[in-house]
């Protein structure tokens, strides 16, 4: 995405314009326009002298921020965040309000409460409007921005907010210019009655106090909007300045952005992480609550990774950077939540198309308005005056910020707590979801095995059975004998050395230990070499039913007994689902793994629905049917996860994940723990309804507001100074500004209000299945087959099939017969003995 910065907006309308003009630009396939930001994102092929060109014919500015999403620094970043606004509105203001007091005190102190004035004004009314009419010029002139750019706009048919201004204040000014060369005729004349009634006439103070009040809304929506980027700027304000790395045997202070990648840095207790970096010496304790919000510091040693912008503790790290410059992980956050800021919800284009045409809208409203009044009688200021309150109370812009500003304090939101949402529309579509799709593997479980049980045989201790167990896996590269080895390491035992080390087939391992033969494998390999005891086989099987793997052990024919080992679930998980149940939502676990250790560890985090037997290239498959029923979230880790991420409606990746995932995913959640997904959706529903009243007022206010000004309520008593009008709408775009920001108190964590809606469980949502016995399948790939061939038929939406269990359960997406799904399984040479 090519990123801009655009000048010269002032409100929806101008966003609006930049949008549809850069997208008629010939290899423009996206454009989206941030008034909060004013920033401009752009995807396509078109060069940014095309696209500049385009800015510049609609009427306004633009620069590029940089060539490309790498380019983008923080620094620039940060330069285009910061709050240049409110120091030119704030003199402008101070300035305007010095002429405006002196120009209230002459119109209104003196003609209306008898202020004394210098003796030369009394009777004098000739001079009282010059005076005025100066006064008003100098507001005038000071706040110049409204008449160019309001304007320059109306000259490029695209009226803007400051064009309502600038008619508006224009519209009184003249008027007001006119009643007083009228009064100079009158005092020629010596006709003093109509000279009284011209000086009646003065709307100079109008034309200044609208200007002055326009400019406090201006300044105190400024001063919010600034607020809104806090949370980004915050986490710029974490990156290092410089990095101590080695240079010749020596160490070197130099600028963060001078360190390479392979430079060896150290860090020293209490200083900043500078870059990306592995540990290559030294150990210590790492605060990472800059980056995931997680306040427990992290243990560190060799090997471990470290990030950028975290703290380190307790002692001396020596590390060598993997990850510089635009890669950190903090400028990759960064990045992700300013990208997010310049796209667009889809809710926006509701105020989008709104505003296309709303300030033509309002100025035709105004004229026939000011004309209606003449025709019914009513005098030329007062038809005028009506006019003009209608100009100055149309707001577009509390429409054009109602969206932009509650995405970007909830954006802020996210980044503060580990959650990072790609775009606008992932915030927006993320609340919405209806079904989670859960990966079981390093989403819900730990993603190691680690050992849960030790069953030694009688005369024989624990501590005993795994020390033998950590001899013979010793040499072994398997997953689970890491997890024996991990768990001999914990409980202190001693490494020892084995010789004739084998790994067998059939899932087996022997060794020679001191003169004795270890054996290790499963019950099959087992049974060959040792008699297991049925009770052992009773357990074991028991394991088996809780999704363990029993590991049987012997030595030299006598069974030594059963570690059981296992990916166990994260400690979050089971609330994790609850809350997200409770939110009134299906949750649906998928793996690879067979039926019955799914369905162990579905039963433990208290899933909706387990498909097990799901492989790789399946889930995206899944996701697919899944959508039918609704809107889809997957959840998952892994690189055999990114089609399915990348098909749900929103995919959500586990920050510990593979960059591959990561990528492909819509939402990042790097504290890689589970219960952020509810806190995701928490937060996504939470900004949507700030999104939703943020509208609300500001379609409210203008539906109330014009008809008042236009004089619709007059028959009730109700009429709109044109000075009020003004002040109304400098309020209207601060209280949706103020309304988004009141995000920054949700508490995302709290449960304690999610809607309780009637959950989906599995046997409501499985409303077409059937159940199909199949004999013949002896492994994986029969499965396989036998899953294809289902799945290839029209109305199969997903087939889950186990060869230990000898069934396929079928879900359904119309009528089919049994006979059908009978021949496409026969067809695979397997035989099918009934369907359910």
Not at 660 to 685: E, H, T
């Amino acid at each position: 995405m090519e990123q801009y910065n655009i000048n010269g907006m002032s409100c929806a309308a101008c966003s609006a314009r930049v949008e549809k003009a850069v997208s008629k630009v010939p290899g423009v396939t996206s454009c989206s326009v941030s008034l909060l930001t004013n920033s401009m994102g752009v995807e396509g092929s078109a060069s940014a002298g095309e696209i500049i060109r385009a800015v510049e014919e609609a009427g306004y500015g633009a620069s590029p921020k940089g060539a490309g999403r790498q380019a983008v620094s923080p620094s620039e970043t940060e330069e285009a965040l910061r709050d240049h606004e409110t120091p030119v509105l704030k003199r402008r203001l101070i300035w305007s309000l010095s002429f405006l007091l002196v120009l209230m005190y002459f119109s209104m102190g003196h003609m209306m409460w008898n202020w004394p004035v210098p003796a030369f004004f009394h009777g004098n009314h000739v001079a009282m409007g010059l005076l005025q009419m100066l006064l008003t010029v100098a507001v005038m002139v000071i706040n110049q921005k409204f008449f160019v750019s309001g304007f320059k706009s109306l000259w490029h048919r695209a009226p803007n907010m400051d064009t309502l201004v600038a008619l508006g204040s224009a519209a009184a000014f003249v008027y007001s210019t006119y009643a007083l060369f009228a009064m100079t005729d009158a005092q020629v004349r010596g006709d003093m009655a109509a000279v009284m009634d011209y000086m009646m006439e003065f709307y100079f103070e109008s034309a200044a106090m609208i200007l002055a009040l326009i400019t406090v809304g201006k300044m105190l929506e400024a001063r919010s909007k600034g607020r809104t980027t806090d949370a980004l700027k915050g986490l710029m304000k974490l990156a290092p300045k410089t990095a101590v790395v080695e240079r010749d045997g020596q160490e070197t202070e130099i600028p963060v952005e001078q360190v390479r990648r392979d430079d060896i840095f150290v860090v020293r207790p209490g200083e900043n992480i500078p870059v990306d970096g592995v540990v290559v010496e030294g150990a210590s304790a790492v605060s990472e609550a800059a980056l995931t919000g997680e306040s427990v510091p992290v243990d560190k040693s060799r090997g471990d990774s470290v990030s950028a912008a975290t703290v380190n503790q307790s002692g001396f790290l020596k590390c060598r950077a993997t990850r510089v410059g635009e890669d950190t992980t903090l400028s990759q956050i960064i990045q992700m939540v300013s990208d997010a800021a310049a796209t667009k919800a889809p809710i926006a284009k509701i105020a989008d198309r709104v505003s296309g045409v709303f300030v033509p809208a309002v100025i035709t409203i105004a004229a026939v308005t000011t004309v209606v009044w003449l025709l019914l009688g009513e005098s030329v200021g007062f038809s005028l005056a009506r006019g003009i309150s209608v100009l100055v109370i149309s707001c577009p812009c509390a429409l054009g910020l109602a969206t932009p500003v509650a995405i970007m304090v909830g954006n802020g939101m996210g980044a503060r707590n580990g959650i990072l949402f790609k775009t606008a529309a992932s915030l927006e579509t993320a609340g919405r979801t209806e079904i989670v799709a859960l990966d079981k593997t390093g989403t819900i479980t730990q993603g190691e095995p680690r050992v849960t049980d030790i069953l030694p045989a009688e005369g024989l201790s624990e501590a005993e059975l795994l020390r033998l167990a950590g001899a013979l896996e010793w040499k072994s590269e398997h997953p689970l004998a890491k997890a024996i080895l991990e768990k001999a390491r914990e409980e202190g035992l001693p490494a020892e050395e084995v010789t004739d080390f084998q790994a067998l087939p059939g899932n087996g391992l022997t060794a020679r230990w001191g003169g004795a033969v270890l054996s290790g494998g499963n019950l099959g390999f087992i049974s060959a070499r040792a008699a297991v005891p049925q009770e052992f086989q009773a357990r074991a099987e028991a394991l088996a039913a809780q999704g363990r793997t029993p590991l049987f052990f012997s030595r030299d024919g006598e069974l030594l007994g059963i570690i059981a080992v296992a990916d166990v679930i994260k400690e979050d998980s089971p609330q994790a689902v609850r809350e997200l149940r409770n939110m009134g939502i299906r949750v649906v676990m998928l793996t690879g793994d067979n039926q019955r250790t799914a369905d162990a560890i579905g039963a433990q985090a208290g899933v909706d629905e387990v498909i097990a037997g799901v492989l790789p290239d399946g889930k995206e498959s899944v996701i697919r049917s899944l959508k039918k029923q609704g809107r889809v979230a997957m959840v998952g880790d892994g690189i055999n996860d990114a089609p399915a991420l990348t098909r749900a409606d929103t995919g959500i990746a586990i920050g510990a994940g593979t960059d591959v995932a990561i990528d492909a995913a819509d939402v990042v959640l790097m504290k890689s723990r589970l219960s952020d997904v509810p806190a995701a959706i928490r937060l996504s529903r939470a900004t949507l309804r700030n999104i939703h009243q943020n509208l609300f007022w500001a379609f409210f206010y203008n539906t109330i507001g014009i008809p008042l000004a236009a004089g619709l309520f007059i028959p009730l008593g109700l009429t709109l100074n044109p000075m009020f009008g003004a002040a109304a709408m400098s309020l209207s775009s601060f209280c949706v500004v103020s309304n988004a920001l009141r995000l920054n108190l949700f508490d995302i964590r709290d449960a304690g209000r999610d809607k309780k809606f009637k959950v989906r469980h599995k046997e409501e949502a499985k409303t077409m299945e059937k159940t199909m016995k199949i004999e013949g399948m002896m492994c994986g790939h029969c499965e396989a087959r036998v899953k294809k061939a289902l799945e290839a038929l029209p109305e199969v939406a997903e087939a889950n099939v186990s060869h230990e269990s000898g069934t396929a359960v079928v879900t359904l997406s119309g009528e089919i017969s049994d006979a059908a799904l009978k021949k496409a399984v026969e067809d695979q040479d397997y035989q099918v003995t009934g369907i359910q």
